[in-house]
């Protein structure tokens, strides 16, 4: 892949000592799954196959960070996530911690802004009543309203929470990887990328104010269309579309021998939640050189395939 004019003049600047790297800020994303609706799966001689599918939204151009490309439910941290007053049920901060590797009080922000910022760019509301349920439908009026004060950080989110007698259900979600924006990057995120489902009675919002696109993708079909060049998706993206359609299966067909754990709706997304307790969350950050001939390269350990190189001298 060709390098960004933008990175490789950054880059320069960077190993001249003219740019100063600016601390990356807090921030988290989830990949939201589920089974495609009956509606939306081929019919076939046999049974069909639901494939599972990831939601992708496109962000608009006029944003400064990533505009035109295609995402994932997210955000940063906002200062409020990280209050101890938060109604919570499932792994607690301390365990949380452990699994991201930072301190409680980081890991608390990071898991609420994970579920708040869900919430407001797809209206799923990952939260419940108690430890053993997940609010239904959350579609109406009134929640529309709710999911605008937060984006207007006129609300908190343990405010909404308390206000609607509700609990984070953080075992809902699955930690899936830690991307750092590189130091070359003018705006940078430390951002842990998690996996969810879809809860039963939700779903998806219409296009919301950040997106002028939503849609339902099969992760290997993302892919495809990010290799053909058409959707446009940072690294982190495309590599984490790469890693869920290698375990889900190349096509997104959901497998008979994928046991649910109660918390999807069918065996794909249920193999993706199991397979992230597993993952290493340790952070990846891409690294730049500049060979003797003058050119630019910037690769990420461990991921060759997102390789890129200057065609300059």
Known sequence: MTLPPSWAERIAALGRGELTPPPPRLAATVVLLREAPPSEVPVAPTAPIAPTEAYLLRRRASMAFAGGMYAFPGGGVDPRDGTAAIGWAGPSAEEWAERLGCPPETARAVVCAAV???????GVLLAGADADSVVADVSGEQWRADR????????????FLTRRGL???SDLLGGWARWITPEFEDRRYDTWFFVAVVPEGQRTAEVPGEADRVEWLAPAEAVARAEAGEYLMLPPTVTTLRELARCIGADGADGADG?????GDGAGPARVLAAAGGRSLGP???RAETQADGRVSVSWDGYPELT??????
């Open 167 to 169: 609990l984070l259900r």
């Open 259 to 263: 046991a649910d754990d109660g918390k």
């Open 308 to 313: 890129m190189g200057s065609t300059e001298r």
């Open 148 to 159: 605008a004060a937060l984006e207007a950080h006129e609300l908190s989110f343990a405010e």
């Open 116 to 122: 708040r910022e869900t919430f407001e760019e797809s």
């Open 284 to 286: 990846i950050m891409a």
